[in-house]
């Protein structure tokens, strides 16, 4: 497993605190364009996605990549997650692995 | 004191007045006449009667016993003389109660009464034994036994000293000397009283009484089913019953029994049954609240009370909130009541023994915020199910109690109907007043969470017992009478393919397969022992030994048929032919080599059985689900929020 560049589960209300660093995140694609993907993050914020998306898209998207700002992110790797992700677990993950469970994460 | 009594009432009754209707108080009540020759249906109870001032016997009519047996008349009743006499009997006043009603059922004595000076000592002696007047001698006969009964409970001394018990006529001693020592009642000596079959609250029914009567309102009545066993055919009915005191019981008939008394009972009809036998009540038929239940014989008697009695309810209900269900054990038998929203159409459904019959579910919620569906099984489906749903149909909601409806965990939580149910719709409760109220101002809007299917999809039910492999053996499971029905989430992890089949009889027993295994008697020749019958070919039934793992540790398990074909992903005829037949062993291996390694939720029967001398625990698996990983997800979120 690579740690020497970790990245962090994020929905849209942890972006902040992980502005300049690399998180990771699941959207659910609203629109996209040569470059650029918006999303919905799995807490209802919108996200714009920098980087080139797959084709075909999925309703589901993971972003890993640098949050530049609240709620953009230069994306390094784009992942199709199928049409059937589950964003309300994905959310609660989030939560935990920024909350309680901080300690298991890298 | 809310009641008065009429005063002067036994001066006037004295002097003739009939017409009076006066309001009395028994201060005592005596049964007089008894001796080993008379029938005890000749009883006769002597009252003491008082109007406040004074007292005076008075003697009750045989058609009342039954006030006295059933204790509607007692110590310290207020009652009202309907009807009565007052006669001259060798120059004293005898009044005789022909009819009275009870105004307060118990009552502390009202004022200090004398006794009435029409009414004295050797009067009473005339009277406790009409025409058999007893000789001075047996009175005397008395005095040790009163003593001696005085002597053992001396404090009983003080429990009887009411006011009446200062009069001369009131003392035991001038009771005939046949009756029985008074003294192992923890009433006034003069209560006892054993009366012929008296009327006993349900509540008090045991195997262990001679006689008893028992007076209910039939409040369910099922149908004659017809039985088929080793000892041969019969048929059976019951009834449910319910008293004034809230005791509930099954009755149960057999055979001839059904004749006698199937005919005669009705719902809502209040009877006097006496004389039967009591048994432990069979629990998985009967969900009363009471361990014993009735068999009739042919020498019961069941006897319609033709006279509405008001104090015995037409049903007794403990509903449950809908919330309260979610963690209710599945087979409970419970009471509900709620609004239905949403009516299904009745489909056919066709049971596991071939029979047709119609099933149809409907949503139910109450004030609890939940929701429930309620699964209404044949006759229902057509009778109150069509009903309902016309009502849905034309917007109107109703409101429906479940009377003993079984739940089931089939998907989430729900509640069906079974033989002894019933439907009220729209009843006229205050709980369905209520609920009612509720609905039409804002809980019609208000969304509710179904317990019902909303398990997890492909994960079974939530109510499910999730344990890891190690918690099998570590909890002992399947060592008690029941098996233990448990989900795992387990990989598998070996497949033993030295046997993995077997020979079975694919001739029909009925509607079912016989499945038992058949042995080969020469080339295409199955005997199967069972049928005893030859069949030119053999089914290929599974009966895998697999092992399975988690990250707690690894066992053992057997899939039969079903749960083979889902873990190999081919019928056992396939694997069969292949290994046997075809001697493909690199394609057979192959096979099992994929079906390795993946994840399932295996829902395990777990039972210890005995071969021989030794006890070994059995895991059978029943059902194989892929996991489906949304809702394993959200089962492990709640099981880390919970902890």
Redesign the interface.
Known sequence: MDTSSPSAFVNGAFMRRYIGQKVRTVVQVIGSDVGSVVGKSTDDVQIVVRGSPPTPLTTYLEVIGIAESEKTIRAETLTNFGNSFDPANFNELCKLANGEFKHLFI | MPVSLTPNAIAAINAGDVNLKPLLQVLDIKVIGRSQETPRSQDRYRLLISDGASAQHAMLAVQLNDRVTSRQVDKGSIVQLVDYICSDVKGRKLIVVLNMETIIPHSETIGNPAMSTESDTEGQKLLSAPGNIPPPNRVVFNEPAIQHSVNRAPQRGVNIQNPVDSTPSFRPSVQPSYQPPLSYRNHGPIMKNEAPARIIPIAALNPYQGRWAIKARVTAKGEIRRYNNARGDGKVFSFDLLDSDGGEIRVTCFNAVVDRFYDVTEVGKVYLISKGSLKPAQKNFNHLKNEWEIFLESTSTVELCPDEDGSIPRQQFSFRPISDIENVENNSILDVIGVVTSVNPSVPILRKNGMETHRRILNLKDESGKAVEVTLWGDFCNRDGRQLEEMVDSAFYPVLAVKAGKVSDFSGKSVGTISSTQLFINPDFPEAHKLRNWFDHGGKETASLSISRDALPGGGSRNEIRKSVSQIKEEGLGRSDKPDWVTVKATISFIKTDSFCYTACPLMIGDKQCNKKVTQSGTNRWVCDRCNQESEECDYRYLLQVQIQDHTGLTWVTAFQESGEEIMGCPAKQLYTLKHELQNDEEFAEIVRNRLFHQYMLKLKIKEESYGDEQRVKMTVVKVDKVN??SE??YL?DL?VRT
């Open positions: 990983y949304t997800s959200k979120l880390l």
